[in-house]
């Protein structure tokens, strides 16, 4: 595998607002060693990411989720600059 070691931990908190339809506010962080096997490719021998999202619910069954995330040594490739990355998720659920 090319992922030796991973750690992972997050939180989340529902409602941050008093409401029918509570929104959520999370934030995360995911490292992960790369292997040093000859031939892997990797020039750094880690990547991590920290993300934040609020997901804001607009009815029971649609949210929407902007999330930003910042990561460190992407693809261990040292030739790569650290990366912001931002999304906006749109989720349906019935």
Avoid: C, M
């Amino acid at each position: 595998s090319e992922i030796t070691d991973h750690f992972g931990a997050g939180l989340t908190w529902v409602g941050p607002y008093d409401k029918e339809n509570p929104d959520t506010v999370g934030l995360g962080v995911s490292a992960v060693k790369l292997t040093g096997e000859a031939g892997a490719g990797f020039t750094k021998n880690y990547e991590t990411s920290v993300e934040a999202f609020y997901s804001y619910q607009v009815t029971p069954y649609l949210a929407i989720k902007p999330d930003l995330q910042y990561i460190f040594n992407p693809g261990g490739d040292a030739a790569l600059d650290n990366a912001l990355v931002a999304t906006i998720r749109l989720s349906l659920a019935f």
